[in-house]
């Protein structure tokens, strides 16, 4: 029981995708789910959360106007969209669940294993 990412895939530079972020097998109380990226030889860093029942939505500096996050009406699917993507744009993305609202990881206790995207020509 778990939160599951996927999606991943390569693409082109300048193209558009979308990632989605399961919930059905989650089974655990959540108020937020984050989304998050992992760059190869970087840190995880944070892109986006939003929240379960408003749909209430936070992005860092590098996803504002570019990779807009949203939810299915039932709340079961978390989609992140990618769009205008550089090379650098090339993680592994995470969706995490989070009790309160915050773009801090350390407030996420609950991991999906990540989804690979690839920009490259």
């Known amino acids: 029981v778990q939160l599951q990412a996927f999606g991943g895939g390569l693409v082109q530079p300048g193209g558009f995708w979308i990632l989605s972020c399961s919930t059905s097998g989650f089974t655990l109380d959540y108020f937020a789910i984050g989304w998050f990226r992992q760059a190869p030889t970087k840190g995880r860093e944070a892109v986006a959360y939003i929240t379960k029942s408003a749909g209430r939505t936070y992005y860092t500096d590098s996803a504002k106007d570019r990779f807009p996050v949203s939810r299915d009406a039932a709340g079961t699917t978390v989609y992140l969209q990618l769009a205008s993507l550089k090379p650098e744009a090339t993680a592994r993305y995470y969706c995490?669940?989070?009790?309160?609202?915050?773009?801090?990881?350390?407030?996420?206790?609950?991991w999906g294993q990540g989804t690979l995207v690839t920009v490259s020509s």
């Open positions: 995490a669940a989070s009790n309160i609202m915050s773009i801090n990881e350390d407030d996420y206790h609950y």
